[in-house]
Structure formats: C-alpha cells, structure tokens
C-alpha cells in the first residue's frame, strides 16, 4: 500500500496486519491513510467492553491508558502496511511522551485515533497521536515504535 488511500481498513485485514484479538484489539477500521505520513482509525465504544466496571470505581468510562493503546495499535497498522511482507513483521510500542487527557470515552462514544509521523529513523517511528469524541479532544500523546521480524515459530520441531 502507498500513497493515500480511500478505501478504508476493515476489520479482517487489521487482523492480517496486527497480533491482538478480542478483547484487545482497540482499532475497528481504518478511515485514512496517507502512507508513511499519517493515518485516522475508529473504536467504537460499546457497552459490552470488559473493560467497564472495572475502573475508578465501576464508573462506566474507558482506561485511559487503553486510550494510549488503541492509538498505539492505530500507528502500528501505519508501520504495518509499510511491511514487506507484513506476516514477518511486528510492531513493538517503545516509548510513551507527553500524554494529557482532556475528557472522558463513554459507551455508545466512537473514538477517533488520528495519528501523524513525526520522526522516521530506521526501524523506528516517532508519532502524534490525537484521540477525538464528537470533534472534541479527549488524549494526545508521542508515541515510538520499532519494527522487529517475527520469531520463527518453533511449533512442529523438537
């Protein structure tokens, strides 16, 4: 994949490019991407999260750091796509900076992860993450990563 993108990422082929599953996939569709320069994904928020309950209390509002997550996985499809061939790749998250939350993520909320490169040396990305509910600003953060090849897998060997 290069260049901008109109199309968008849909659930299966975000299975093909990342590790996570249910319940830790944090990214539903990409919308846009302009390959190695930024890229804009969705999380819709929904009631069933098992995540709810289970923070500040049992208040019905989502972690923020799994905020920081689903941005994280969101430039990780970005890295991803850049792969050839993505199958043998993995995107490791390697560094946290200057996150602020600015409001909270409800059920029935769709989180919108716009992530923006901002340093590129080598295996390592540099990003800007910007999470949005509703065009208002709920967390920003830098974020790094580093790409890596995949462990053989020692499965069927002695």
Not at 97 to 118: E, M, Y
């Amino acid at each position: 994949m290069s260049g901008t993108h109109e199309a968008p990422i849909e659930v299966d082929e975000l299975l093909q490019l990342l590790p996570h599953r249910f319940p830790f996939l944090l990214v539903d569709r990409i919308v846009e991407m302009e390959a190695g320069v930024r890229i804009s994904g969705l999380k819709n928020v929904t009631l069933d999260e098992p995540f709810f309950g289970t923070h500040a209390g049992g208040a019905m509002i989502m972690p923020g750091l799994l905020i920081i997550e689903a941005m994280a996985q969101t430039g990780a499809v970005l890295l991803m796509v850049e792969q050839e061939p993505p199958q043998r790749k993995l995107v490791y998250f390697a560094s946290l900076n200057h996150a602020s939350w600015h409001g909270v993520v409800r059920p029935g909320d769709q989180l919108q992860l716009n992530i923006t490169v901002t340093q590129a040396r080598g295996r390592v990305r540099k990003v800007h993450g910007v999470a949005l509910v509703r065009g208002s600003l709920i967390c920003e953060a830098d974020l790094a990563a580093v790409v890596v090849d995949k462990e053989p897998t020692s499965l069927g060997t002695p």
